[in-house]
C-alpha cells in the first residue's frame, strides 16, 4: 500500500501532504498492543475550524475534527466514505490508517482568536470520534477544549469513547463560561451485536457509565441512540432493554436514528452481513432499495416505538443541580425521514 512508506521527506510525503491540507505527513507505528496493526499520518493541518456544506440539514455550522480515519471501527460508519477523498481504503484502511492533526490544539486557539471569527458554536465528533484510541496517545483533546474555553466558545462533543472522562474538569470549566453539549451514542445494548459491529469502541455498558458519571457530576448528558440496526437491533425487547438501561444511568435525553448505508459504508456494512447474518442480505438489499435509507414508515415506527419507552421510563431533563450552562448536545440527530445529513453514527 502506497501510504506504508510515507514521510515528510519523501515525493509521495509532498504530494500527499497536499492531498491531506497540510505541510507534512508524517508516518508513525507503535509497537504496544492498543495501537498494533495501526497507522499514524501525523500531519501538520492547514485549518482546523470547519464550515458544514451549505446543503447539509445540521443544526450546526462549524466543526474541529482533529482526526479522520476511527479506529472504533464500527461496520456501518458513514465517515468511510471521507477516507477516499485522502485516497486511503474505506474498509479496514479507515479503521488502521488514522489521521492525525498534531497542531489542532495551537491551530484552534489561533483561529479562535482571529477578528473574523465570530464565536459560533463548534460541533466535535460529527465526523470521526475524537475520543477514539489515538487520542489516549496524542491527548490533543485538552488543548482544544482548553482553547474553547479560554474564548468562551460554545460547543458540543458527540463520542462514543469512555476517554472523554479524562477530560471531564477541563469540561465543567468550560461550561462555566460558554454552552457545552455532551451526548454518548449508544445503540443497542446486545452484547453480540456489539462485538462484531462496532469491535473497536467501548462496550455499550461502558459508554453508559460515562453519562452515569457525567450526570453525578452535574453534567447533563443526551444519549443518540445510533444506528438502530433493522432485524437485528429494533425487535420491541432490545428496544426496551436499550432504552431502560438509558434510562437508568441518567441520561437528560434519547434520540433514535435508524441506520442509513451511503456508499462507502454500505459496501462494507453488506460485506460484513454477509459473513454474520447471511440469512438478511437479501431483505437489506429489499429495504435499502431505493438509497441509503430505511423506508420512512420504518423509521417513523422506531422514533415512536423509543419516545413511548422514553416517556415510560421517565427520560427527560434532570437539570437539578447542573451547572447553569452545561446541557445535552443538540446536534441535527433527527432520524433522517428527509435528505443526507453530515451526522456519522457515532
Ligand atoms: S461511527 Fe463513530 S465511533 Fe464508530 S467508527 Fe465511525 S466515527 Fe468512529
Same mark, same amino acid.
Given at each position: 500500500?502506497?501510504?506504508?512508506?510515507?514521510?515528510?521527506?519523501?515525493?509521495?510525503?509532498?504530494?500527499?501532504?497536499?492531498?491531506?491540507?497540510?505541510?507534512?505527513?508524517?508516518?508513525?507505528?507503535?509497537?504496544?498492543?492498543?495501537?498494533?496493526?495501526?497507522?499514524?499520518?501525523?500531519?501538520?493541518?492547514?485549518?482546523?475550524?470547519?464550515?458544514?456544506?451549505?446543503?447539509?440539514?445540521?443544526?450546526?455550522?462549524?466543526?474541529?475534527?482533529?482526526?479522520?480515519?476511527?479506529?472504533?471501527?464500527?461496520?456501518?460508519?458513514?465517515?468511510?466514505?471521507?477516507?477516499?477523498?485522502?485516497?486511503?481504503?474505506?474498509?479496514?484502511?479507515?479503521?488502521?490508517?488514522?489521521?492525525?492533526?498534531?497542531?489542532?490544539?495551537?491551530?484552534?486557539?489561533?483561529?479562535?482568536?482571529?477578528?473574523?471569527?465570530?464565536?459560533?458554536?463548534?460541533?466535535?465528533?460529527?465526523?470521526?470520534?475524537?475520543?477514539?484510541?489515538?487520542?489516549?496517545?496524542?491527548?490533543?483533546?485538552?488543548?482544544?477544549?482548553?482553547?474553547?474555553?479560554?474564548?468562551?466558545?460554545?460547543?458540543?462533543?458527540?463520542?462514543?469513547?469512555?476517554?472523554?472522562?479524562?477530560?471531564?474538569?477541563?469540561?465543567?470549566?468550560?461550561?462555566?463560561?460558554?454552552?457545552?453539549?455532551?451526548?454518548?451514542?449508544?445503540?443497542?445494548?446486545?452484547?453480540?451485536?456489539?462485538?462484531?459491529?462496532?469491535?473497536? #469502541?467501548? +462496550?455499550?455498558?461502558? $459508554?453508559?457509565?460515562?453519562?452515569?458519571?457525567? !450526570? *453525578?457530576?452535574?453534567?447533563?448528558? @443526551?444519549?443518540?441512540?445510533?444506528?438502530?440496526?433493522?432485524?437485528?437491533?429494533?425487535?420491541?425487547?432490545?428496544?426496551?432493554?436499550?432504552?431502560?438501561?438509558?434510562?437508568?444511568?441518567?441520561?437528560?435525553?434519547?434520540?433514535?436514528?435508524?441506520?442509513?448505508?451511503?456508499?462507502?459504508?454500505?459496501?462494507?456494512?453488506?460485506?460484513?452481513?454477509?459473513?454474520?447474518?447471511?440469512?438478511?442480505?437479501?431483505?437489506?438489499?429489499?429495504?435499502?432499495?431505493?438509497?441509503?435509507?430505511?423506508?420512512?414508515?420504518?423509521?417513523?415506527?422506531?422514533?415512536?416505538?423509543?419516545?413511548?419507552?422514553?416517556?415510560?421510563?421517565?427520560?427527560?431533563? #434532570?437539570? +437539578?443541580?447542573?451547572? $447553569?450552562?452545561?446541557?445535552?448536545?443538540?446536534? !441535527? *440527530?433527527?432520524?433522517?425521514?428527509? @435528505?443526507?445529513?453530515?451526522?456519522?453514527?457515532?
Amino acid at each position: 500500500m502506497r501510504w506504508e512508506n510515507l514521510t515528510s521527506d519523501s515525493e509521495h510525503g509532498r504530494a500527499d501532504a497536499a492531498l491531506f491540507g497540510a505541510d507534512a505527513v508524517t508516518t508513525r507505528t507503535f509497537d504496544t498492543p492498543e495501537f498494533r496493526g495501526i497507522t499514524f499520518h501525523e500531519i501538520r493541518a492547514r485549518s482546523i475550524i470547519n464550515r458544514v456544506p451549505a446543503v447539509s440539514r445540521m443544526s450546526f455550522q462549524w466543526t474541529v475534527n482533529p482526526y479522520r480515519g476511527c479506529s472504533h471501527a464500527c461496520v456501518y460508519c458513514f465517515a468511510r466514505k471521507t477516507h477516499s477523498y485522502l485516497d486511503l481504503d474505506t474498509g479496514l484502511g479507515f479503521d488502521s490508517q488514522i489521521v492525525v492533526k498534531t497542531n489542532a490544539p495551537e491551530l484552534l486557539r489561533r483561529q479562535l482568536g482571529s477578528r473574523r471569527w465570530q464565536g459560533e458554536h463548534i460541533a466535535m465528533g460529527t465526523n470521526v470520534d475524537c475520543y477514539q484510541r489515538a487520542e489516549g496517545r496524542y491527548r490533543l483533546m485538552p488543548g482544544i477544549i482548553a482553547a474553547l474555553r479560554d474564548h468562551a466558545n460554545p460547543f458540543s462533543i458527540l463520542t462514543k469513547g469512555t476517554l472523554i472522562l479524562r477530560d471531564l474538569e477541563l469540561i465543567e470549566q468550560a461550561a462555566q463560561v460558554t454552552d457545552v453539549g455532551i451526548s454518548v451514542s449508544v445503540g443497542f445494548t446486545d452484547q453480540e451485536l456489539w462485538r462484531t459491529v462496532e469491535p473497536g #469502541t467501548p +462496550a455499550p455498558e461502558r $459508554r453508559l457509565d460515562v453519562v452515569r458519571t457525567l !450526570a *453525578e457530576h452535574g453534567i447533563g448528558c @443526551g444519549v443518540l441512540m445510533a444506528p438502530v440496526i433493522p432485524f437485528l437491533s429494533d425487535s420491541p425487547a432490545q428496544l426496551r432493554a436499550t432504552v431502560r438501561a438509558i434510562a437508568a444511568c441518567g441520561a437528560t435525553s434519547v434520540t433514535p436514528l435508524v441506520l442509513h448505508l451511503r456508499p462507502g459504508a454500505r459496501e462494507w456494512f453488506m460485506a460484513w452481513l454477509g459473513q454474520h447474518h447471511p440469512y438478511l442480505v437479501a431483505r437489506y438489499e429489499r429495504f435499502y432499495a431505493e438509497g441509503s435509507y430505511a423506508p420512512k414508515w420504518y423509521q417513523r415506527r422506531i422514533t415512536r416505538q423509543v419516545h413511548e419507552l422514553a416517556e415510560e421510563y421517565g427520560i427527560g431533563p #434532570t437539570r +437539578a443541580g447542573m451547572p $447553569r450552562r452545561i446541557r445535552p448536545a443538540e446536534p !441535527a *440527530e433527527e432520524p433522517p425521514v428527509t @435528505g443526507p445529513t453530515q451526522l456519522t453514527l457515532l
